[in-house]
């Protein structure tokens, strides 16, 4: 059982222009979320993240917006740049008892100059 | 320069041969996490320890061994009774108690069976 979505594996967005990665989770008691960026053949890298005591947090061109009702969030990058292109991934967490990071599958992200 | 390191970067098995893939840290993380990447599948978490002495099965543990005699390592065997572990295989670690925090990932190990 896939607790956190990613529906979209890829997505392709003119630079300059605004994308949109989102997010579905159904484990209602997460309660830290977190967006990673990876490229082939490394390590995936910490972007931006948020509580879920808020329902917006943004860092320069990444914003990363919280819907706990829909148990969604999504990731805004703008303007969009060829070295955003990319594989990201979300994740949740439990900040109490087990402690652990769940991945998303991930949303291969195109920028096209 | 705190980080994690996995090492090899590229490894390569005969079936049936158990391996040792290693990761180490410096950052004086507790907790520590092996997550394997297979395509389309995303991140998935094989194993996590929060201390010393101590781990707990992820979603896909069977085939895979762990142990964490160090806080700074936490090496994990692919055993001969994984059914399939060719993989990228990603060790990442975090604080543990302290809220809110991100992982850390080192850069993997892909291991082919060959």
């Known amino acids: 059982d896939q607790q956190v979505k990613q529906n979209s594996p890829s997505l392709s967005v003119q630079e300059g222009r605004i994308s949109i990665l989102n997010c579905d989770y159904t484990?209602?008691?997460?309660?830290?979320f977190l967006w990673y960026k990876k490229y082939p053949a490394e390590g995936p890298t910490f972007l931006i993240s948020?509580?879920?005591?808020?329902d917006k947090n943004e860092d320069g061109r990444f914003t990363v917006f919280l819907n706990k009702s829909a148990k969604h969030l999504s990731l805004h990058i703008v303007p969009s740049q060829p070295g955003d292109s990319a594989v990201y991934f979300c994740a949740a967490s439990l900040t109490s008892g087990t402690y652990k990071y769940i991945f998303g599958t991930g949303t291969r992200l195109k920028v096209l100059a | 320069d705190g980080g994690i390191t996995q090492s090899p970067k590229y490894l390569f098995r005969k079936e049936g041969q158990n391996v040792t893939l290693s990761c180490e840290q410096n950052?004086?993380?507790?907790?520590m996490y092996w997550y394997r990447q297979d395509p389309g599948q995303g991140l998935r978490l094989i194993y996590y320890?929060?201390?010393?002495?101590?781990?707990q099965k992820g979603d896909i543990a069977e085939g895979y061994s762990v142990s964490r005699e160090k806080k700074e390592s936490f090496p994990l065997t692919v055993t001969s009774a994984q059914k399939n572990p060719t993989a990228f295989y990603l060790c990442?670690?975090?604080?543990f108690g302290q809220g809110h925090v991100e992982a850390f990932f080192g850069q993997g190990t892909r291991l082919t069976v060959v």
């Open positions: 950052l004086n993380h507790d907790a």
């Open positions: 948020i509580s879920s005591i808020k």
């Open positions: 320890s929060q201390i010393v002495n101590d781990f």
């Open positions: 990442a670690s975090s604080t």
């Open positions: 484990n209602s008691m997460f309660d830290y």
